[in-house]
Nanobody, 125 residues
Framework: QVQLVESGGGLVQAGGSLRLSCAASGRTISTYAMAWFRQAPGKEREFVAAVTWSGRTTYYADSVKGRFTISRDNAKNTVYLQMNSLKPEDTAVYYC??????????????????WGQGTQVTVSS
């Protein structure tokens, strides 16, 4: 079993930055693909970004491309999401997810095996 705990959310003005962290415990995530999803009030959960086990391959939703960066530190068993140039439409609960098949990038939430509890990000205009 893998436990995931997100942190780093908060309230920020439009144009600002936040860095989310996802700390894993229970077992190493060095062989897992990792991703971030988000869910805004009244909306379905949506894919944000993903990274393969090695960190060499990343993939982003069009809505965040060029503004967000996903990265990982396998030695620390942690994944990050650097969010720059934040917009009010980025407001959501952000979730970290882990997938056993570490070589594949998957954008569907059904493709992930473990989930964190989420961290709230609120961007004011």
């Amino acid at each position: 079993q893998v436990q995931l705990v997100e942190s780093g959310g908060g309230l920020v003005q439009a144009g600002g930055s936040l860095r989310l962290s996802c700390a894993a415990s229970g077992r190493t995530i060095s062989t897992y693909a990792m991703a971030w999803f988000r869910q805004a009030p009244g909306k379905e959960r949506e894919f944000v970004a993903a990274v393969t086990w090695s960190g060499r391959t990343t993939y982003y939703a069009d809505s965040v491309k060029g503004r967000f960066t996903i990265s990982r530190d396998n030695a620390k068993n942690t994944v990050y999401l650097q969010m720059n140039s934040l917009k009010p439409e980025d407001t959501a609960v952000y979730y970290c997810a882990a997938r056993h098949n570490g070589a594949a990038i998957v954008t569907a939430d059904t493709g992930y095996d473990y989930w964190g509890q989420g961290t709230q990000v609120t961007v004011s205009s």
